[in-house]
């Protein structure tokens, strides 16, 4: 069984500023993957990145990177320049070998102009 | 590409009837597609995992026989929720994973379901 847990409930950013999410997560399996997916108020999931656990190089995808650590089980997202459009609930997820994805509660973030 | 489309994207229906929500994969097929319940500022809940061809599978407390999911083909998957209830009432998502086997599943714009 895999678990993963959001301890921030909400966060804020002032735009164009930096600000990271957190996410510890459980998994008994050894192949594993990680995703940080957005839901803005249209509720379509987005895919933000993605990160696979036998990579020890952390993902990035443009302003958005995370800072994997596998010891720990922890893997934050770290967005930069904050804009405006990316205010949105952010979900951490993980996915092992039956495909299935298990969610964290969510973060909300408010882009502050 | 990798499109996933969902229909209706809202219902309302009376007590005591049944809705049938599709999901179809537009430009892809998908193998496994995945049925997701969200309440309100809530997380995704796993509901079913569906196979073309294959009975679903369904996660523990989701009652199969309320929530009948049916993957005929490679591009649609469609979950009806049977003899709804007001507590039935929410927002249902699916996503598809594609024949390819790749690690990325693709979401729909989900369903609104209000049972009056």
């Known amino acids: 069984a895999q678990t993963v847990t959001q301890s921030q409930p909400e966060m804020s950013v002032q735009e164009a500023e930096t600000v990271t999410l957190s996410c510890t997560y459980d998994t008994s399996e050894s192949d594993y993957y990680l995703f940080w997916y957005k839901q803005p108020p249209s509720r379509q999931m987005i895919l933000v990145i993605r990160?696979?656990?036998?990579?020890?190089q952390n993902a990035t995808e443009n302003r958005f990177s995370v800072n994997f650590q596998k010891a720990a089980k922890s893997f934050s997202l770290k967005i930069s320049d904050s804009q405006l459009g990316d205010a949105a609930m952010y979900f951490c997820?993980?996915?092992?070998?039956?495909?299935?994805?298990?969610f964290g509660k969510g973060t909300l973030l408010t882009v502050n102009p | 590409g990798a499109v996933v489309s969902q229909h209706p994207s809202r219902v309302i229906c009376k007590s005591g009837t049944s809705v049938k929500i599709e999901c179809r994969s537009l430009?892809?097929?998908?193998?496994?597609m995945f049925w997701y319940r969200q309440f309100p500022k809530k997380s995704l809940m796993l509901m079913a995992t569906?196979?073309?061809?294959?009975?679903?599978?369904?996660e523990q407390g989701v009652e199969k026989d309320k929530f009948l999911i049916n993957h005929a083909s490679l591009t649609l998957s469609t979950l009806t929720v049977t003899s709804a209830h007001p507590e039935d009432s929410s927002f249902y998502i699916c996503s598809a994973r594609g024949t390819d086997y790749s690690y990325e599943q693709y979401f729909g714009p989900g369903t609104r379901l209000t049972v009056t």
């Open positions: 990160q696979e656990a036998y990579k020890q």
């Open positions: 997820a993980s996915r092992g070998s039956n495909y299935k994805l298990t």
């Open positions: 430009d892809f097929q998908a193998t496994t």
């Open positions: 569906s196979n073309e061809g294959s009975k679903a599978t369904y």
